[in-house]
Structure formats: C-alpha cells, structure tokens
C-alpha cells in the first residue's frame, strides 16, 4: 500500500478528518495509523511521525506531507478529482479550502469537535456568532454557483472533506443554519466516508480530559452517543 495517513482520535480531531474523509470518498487505498489523544502527553508521540508535533500527515515511501491542506495537493497531483475539473469551480473550491484552513478561529476555539457529543450551545460569542453564519453563505454561494449537490459541483471533494468538521460542529452544537445550508449539512453528514469516520469515533474508548473540557466550558451535555467503554 503506497500512503500511510497518520491521524489522532476520530472523535476530536478535525483536522486529521478532512483526508481520511477525502481519501476514503475517492477510494484512494492507505494505511491508517492512529495516534489516540488521551490522558497521557500525545506530543511526544506525535513527534515521531510528525515534524510539527501535529496530525494529519501523508506518509508516501520517502515523502512526508504534514499538514491537510499540502496532503490535498499532493494526491491532486494523481488524483485529480479531489479538485473539480472546470477552473472556475477548482478556483472557488481551493478559496473555501483556504477559508477554512486559516480562518473560523472562534469556531475552533469556541466548539471544538466531538463527534459524540450533543451540547447546549448557549449565547455564542459576537465572534463565534460571525463564524456560524458564514457557513450558509458560503455554502450556498457554492451549491448555487456550480449547480450541487455538492459544494463545488457534481463530485464530492476537498471542500466537501474540509467542510465535514463543521457539518459535525452543527450537529454537536446544534446551531441554526440557512434551510439551504442545513440540508447540505445533513447530506454531508450522510456521505459514507464521513457515516463511518462518525461511527469509528463513537467506539472509541479513549477520552481526552483537555478535548472534554474544551467541549464544555461550562455547558450543558444533552446527550453523550459514545459506546466505546471509557478507559
Ligand atoms: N495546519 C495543520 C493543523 C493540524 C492541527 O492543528 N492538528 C491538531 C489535531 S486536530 C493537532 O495535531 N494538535 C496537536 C497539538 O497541537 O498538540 C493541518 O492542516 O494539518
């Protein structure tokens, strides 16, 4: 098997989900080797595979690719349909990407993702608030721009992937988006690659006392869906 992608828990990690996702939509075979956040230090295991002490990485052979949005580009490299075909759309889908990547701060401190988790949001910040909206405008510029029924058009890609984390967010937090936007949401948490990421990190059983509290900061738990046994 050529690549080997290294990840942390299905359950918290965002980042290691948008190429497990991607990969796992388009077929592209890999090795998983996962990495659990726990109650133990996980930097110095991270350190191992990982140059900045972070996941995901792209182990293929001799070449290392450590950070999500470089894995995209590299398999875009013999995988080009992770990037749609017509420019204008792989344009508007690497700009959402890149939205993504380096943006929607207070929604990555604020609701930090757990899978299994339902919260009571309660009163959002004016940041987070911003952030919660840009989804639906997002979003819908996309599905209307290039027809549907994903993001950039007909295929799922990387902006769907990289977009997965927060249709989970949505659902944990429970917060409101445009009728359009929600029904997109739903979709994507119904792809198949992102079904079984989901149901891999509810049978975890490994739990991250920093992640847990991360969720909470003082909010209200209204359902918790993990099976995995807690260790
Ligand atoms: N820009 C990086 C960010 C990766 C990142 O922040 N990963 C988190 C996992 S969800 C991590 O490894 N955190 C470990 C730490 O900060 O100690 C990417 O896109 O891959």
Redesign the pocket.
């Known amino acids: 098997m050529a690549y080997q992608l290294y990840i ?1 828990n299905k359950n ?5 989900m948008r190429p497990w996702v991607l990969m796992t939509a388009h077929n592209i075979e890999f090795e998983e080797v996962l990495t659990p956040f726990a109650d133990t230090p ?2 110095q295991a ?1 350190e191992h595979f990982s140059p900045t ?4 990485c792209l182990q293929d052979a001799d070449t290392l690719i ?4 470089a894995i995209v580009e590299y398999l875009a490299e013999v995988h080009p349909d992770v990037w749609p075909k017509e420019r204008q759309a792989r344009a508007w889908a690497r700009s959402a990407c890149a939205e993504i ?1 380096s943006g929607f701060m207070a929604l990555r401190d604020e609701c930090s993702m757990n899978c299994g988790l339902r919260i009571e949001l309660g009163a959002p910040s004016p940041a987070l608030e911003k952030d919660m909206l840009r989804p639906s405008t997002l979003w819908e510029d996309g599905l209307n721009r290039f027809a549907g029924p994903w993001l950039a058009g007909e295929t799922f890609g990387a902006v769907d992937a990289f977009f997965a984390p927060v249709a989970v967010r949505y659902r944990t937090y429970g917060f409101t988006l445009s009728r359009q936007a929600n029904a997109y949401a739903e979709q994507l948490l119904e792809h198949p690659a992102v079904i079984a990421w989901i149901e891999q990190g509810l049978h975890e059983t490994w739990r991250d006392e920093a992640h847990e509290q991360d969720c909470l900061r003082g909010r209200t738990v209204l359902a918790d869906l993990r099976q995995g046994v807690r260790n």
Do not use: E, M, N, R
Not at 53 to 56: I, L, Q, T, W, Y
Not at 66 to 69: E, I, K, Q
């Open positions: 942390a918290y990690s965002s980042w290691s996980h930097q991270f002490g972070k996941v995901p450590w950070d999500s949005l990547h």
